[in-house]
């Protein structure tokens, strides 16, 4: 079964760069998305089709996908942007990452 | 306004079979290009996806799940639901329901949730 792997955690200091990966192989070839999930709350999309931002999205969230790689990158990181965060992809099937948790400090 | 909310037991006990409904405002399973999905998440562990049934009555499951899940819609009732048998221990989790996008290109499509429900804790236990 295809599997999805993301670091189990990374951490940024508030108003820099967070970059978060998610590896799979041949990952590039399918499309990939992004969810954010706070402490008790439902899963947010915030990336689909590797790179395009839903409505409501900030702009310091973009997304890339290439070779084995899908990346997540925060640009300008705040407080508020500290979660949990899945990849998903689709191969027969939809399929998560186990989760980047982000720490803001 | 996009909303889904996920509604069953909270508790059931081993063996049993779990349904759980999901009913949504704002969209119509009989519109084309819009489904419906299941999502679920063990306490402190990462999402899984269960199953999604889209407009055109386009269902997929989880292969390692699939012959324990089952998949319906009530158009009427704006209504999904899931069934889940023979329900152990390991199956406590919250269950979402979501909202599915399925874009296609070169012929290949491919799912993804962008409308989550509130989700419910279903606890499996004796």
């Known amino acids: 079964s295809y599997e999805l792997t993301q670091p189990p955690s990374v951490s940024v200091s508030p108003g820099q760069t967070a970059s978060i990966t998610c590896s799979g192989d041949k990952l590039g070839d399918k499309y990939a998305c992004w969810y954010q999930q706070k402490p008790g709350q439902s899963p947010v999309l915030v990336i689909y089709?590797?790179?395009k931002r839903p409505s409501g999205i900030p702009e310091r969230f973009s997304g890339s996908n290439s070779g084995n790689t899908a990346t997540l990158t925060i640009s300008g990181t705040q407080a508020m942007d500290e979660a949990d965060y899945y990849c998903q992809a689709w191969d027969e099937g939809g399929v998560f990452g186990g989760g980047t948790k982000l720490t803001v400090l | 306004q996009i909303t889904l909310k996920e509604s069953g037991p909270t508790l059931v006990k081993p063996t049993q079979t779990l349904t759980l409904t999901c009913t949504f405002s704002g969209f119509s399973l009989s519109t084309s290009g819009v489904g419906v999905g299941w999502i679920r998440q063990p306490p402190g562990k990462a999402l899984e996806w269960l199953a999604l049934?889209?407009?055109?009555?386009?269902?997929r499951y989880s292969p390692s799940l699939k012959s324990r899940l089952t998949i319906t819609k009530d158009t009427s009732k704006n209504q999904v639901v899931l069934t889940m048998t023979n329900m152990d221990p390991v199956d406590t989790a919250t269950y979402y329901c979501?909202?599915?996008?399925?874009?296609?290109?070169?012929?290949?499509?491919?799912?993804?949730?962008?409308?989550w429900g509130q989700g419910t804790l279903v606890t499996v236990s004796s």
């Open positions: 089709q590797d790179s």
């Open positions: 979501a909202h599915v996008r399925r874009p296609c290109s070169g012929g290949s499509c491919y799912y993804y949730f962008d409308y």
């Open positions: 049934i889209y407009w055109d009555d386009d269902k």
